[in-house]
C-alpha cells in the first residue's frame, strides 16, 4: 500500500478507536514518525494530509528541516542538553523531558530566542530500564519544579511509551495509569501549565492508547513501511 494509502487507513482506525472511547477522530493528532526515512517521503506524507511529525534524533532534523515542505515538527526521542539548542526554534514541541535539568536548559534556550516552548513530561510507568522517563510518583514533583523555575517553558500534558506487547491489550494498564496523572495534575491552575496533550500509542498500540484517553499518538512503521537501519536517510 502507498504512503497515501496506509495515512487513510490509519486515520480510519484512529476515528474508530477515538468512537469506541467517545470522542471524534478529529480529538486524536496523528504524528507521523519520520526516524531514518527520506525527505521525499517525508513530502509525500505531508501532501496526504500529515501535518505533524516526529523525529527522535535531533541531527535527523537538522539534516531534513531546509528540505521538507512546512509542518510542525516533534522532537519525540531522548533528548541531551548539549544540543537543545540545536533545535529550539525548529520544533513546536518537545515530547522527552525527564528531568528538571533539560527542562532548565530548554528554559534558557527559549529564553534567548524570545520564545516559550511547549513540552511533554516523559512517563515511564512500566518502570522499563531500557526506556527514558520519570516514574508516576515522581511526575508531580517535577512539574512543580519546572513551573517554579522555568518561565519560557509551557507544559502541555504527558508522554508515555509502553513496552511492546504481542497482544497490544497487555498495553492498556500502562496507557491507564498515564491517563490518570493527565487528568490530575491537568487541574494545576498555572498560566505555564495548559494540558492539551497525551502523547501516547505507535503502530503496534495506539488503537488501546486511543481507547485509553489518549489524544496525540505517534506512528512511524504503519506509515511508511519499517526502516533501514543499516543506512541513514537524508
Known sequence: MSIGGNIEYIQDL??????????????????????????????????????????????????????VEPVR????????????????????MIHSVDSLKL???????????????????????AMEESKFGITTEETGELIGQILETCPNVRIRGLMCIAPFE???????????EVKKLYDKYGQIDHPMLDFKYL???MSNDFEVAIEEGSNLIRV?????????????MG
Open 199 to 201: 502523547s501516547m500509542g
Open 103 to 125: 527542562a532548565q536548559e530548554i528554559n534558557k534556550r527559549a529564553q534567548q530566542h524570545g520564545l516559550v516552548m511547549d513540552i511533554l513530561i516523559q512517563v515511564n510507568s
Open 73 to 92: 515538527w516533534h522532537l519525540i526521542g531522548h533528548l541531551q542538553t548539549n544540543k537543545v539548542k540545536y533545535i529550539i526554534d525548529k520544533v513546536s
Open 14 to 67: 484512529k476515528k474508530k478507536a477515538a468512537e469506541r472511547s467517545g470522542r471524534s477522530g478529529d480529538d486524536v493528532l496523528l504524528v507521523a514518525v519520520t526516524k531514518l526515512h527520506s525527505t521525499d517521503e517525508i513530502n509525500e506524507a505531508i501532501h496526504c494530509g500529515i501535518t505533524d511529525i516526529g523525529e527522535n534524533k535531533v541531527q535527523e532534523i537538522m539534516d531534513k528541516y531546509d528540505r
Open 166 to 176: 504481542d497482544n497490544p491489550d497487555d498495553a492498556r494498564v500502562y496507557f491507564a
Open 220 to 232: 512511524g512503521t504503519s506509515i511508511f513501511g519499517a526502516r533501514d537501519y543499516s543506512k541513514k
